[in-house]
């Protein structure tokens, strides 16, 4: 079984200031890697995904996230926020040679960005 | 706006009650997701069904059921309710048979209250 560990629940962030989001993953087998954001009172949606190439991932609204096998990590970067990125923030996997599509999310990380 | 709708938006009810969500996907896609997201437990996924098939199955409690029409749309069936079924359930669709690298494109949730 896969699992997904998001190490900050809260980060506060000033406007025009970089983020990192931090994500470690644990499985045995191979994965692919998401990130997902959640607005206030929506559904998600996708930011970028990992399959496989380039470990330097650019995603939708300015969003990169780097894959690093070694340290089975995934995390997000933008190097200047907006007040519109105040949402929730999820990374999530799946197994490669899974039967399905079975998204395994961490617990989430709410970004506040303040003026 | 994924293109995925859900109802009803919002779902107050009591204990013992049994209640049905319903999800159309997006406009082609044959694969339809549902996923629970509570304060204790978070995202997680419940159960994938392509073109009408049960594909995978997640944390799903044998009180709840779920299927795939002819249509595609699918329905999540929640009996016995007890209070720690309060949550908001997603759910998402895929355009083909929802291999782990296909994008999930979610609805805006329905919000379950059990009093």
């Known amino acids: 079984a896969q699992s997904v560990t998001q190490l900050d629940s809260q980060v506060p962030v000033f406007e025009e200031a970089p983020v990192e989001l931090r994500c470690n993953y644990s499985?045995?087998?191979?994965?692919?890697l998401f990130w997902y954001v959640q607005y206030p009172n929506q559904g998600l949606q996708l930011l970028l995904k990992?399959?496989?190439?380039?470990?330097l991932v650019k995603g939708i609204n300015g969003f990169e996230a780097e894959f690093n096998k070694s340290q089975t990590s995934f995390h997000l970067r933008k190097p200047s926020v907006h007040i519109s990125d105040t949402a929730e923030y999820f990374c999530?996997?799946?197994?490669?040679?899974?039967?399905?599509?079975?998204?395994?999310f961490g617990g989430g990380t709410r970004v506040l960005v303040k003026p | 706006d994924s293109g995925v709708t859900q109802t009803p938006k919002h779902l107050i009810t009591a204990t013992g009650q049994r209640v049905t969500l319903r999800c159309s996907p997006r406009?082609?896609?044959?694969?339809v997701y549902w996923y629970q997201q509570s304060l204790d437990q978070g995202l997680q996924f419940l159960i994938q069904y392509y073109n009408g098939e049960e594909r995978a199955k997640g944390n799903i409690l044998e009180r709840f059921s779920a299927q795939q029409f002819p249509d595609l749309h699918s329905e999540l069936n929640l009996s016995s309710l007890e209070l720690g079924d309060s949550a908001l359930y997603f759910c998402?669709?895929?355009?083909?048979?929802?291999?782990?690298?296909?994008?999930?494109?979610f609805g805006p949730g329905t919000r379950l209250l059990v009093l």
């Open positions: 990992y399959l496989s190439g380039s470990t």
């Open positions: 999530a996997v799946t197994t490669i040679k899974a039967a399905g599509n079975k998204l395994t």
């Open positions: 499985s045995s087998v191979s994965v692919y």
């Open positions: 998402a669709s895929s355009p083909r048979q929802g291999g782990s690298q296909e994008t999930q494109y």
């Open positions: 406009s082609g896609d044959l694969s």
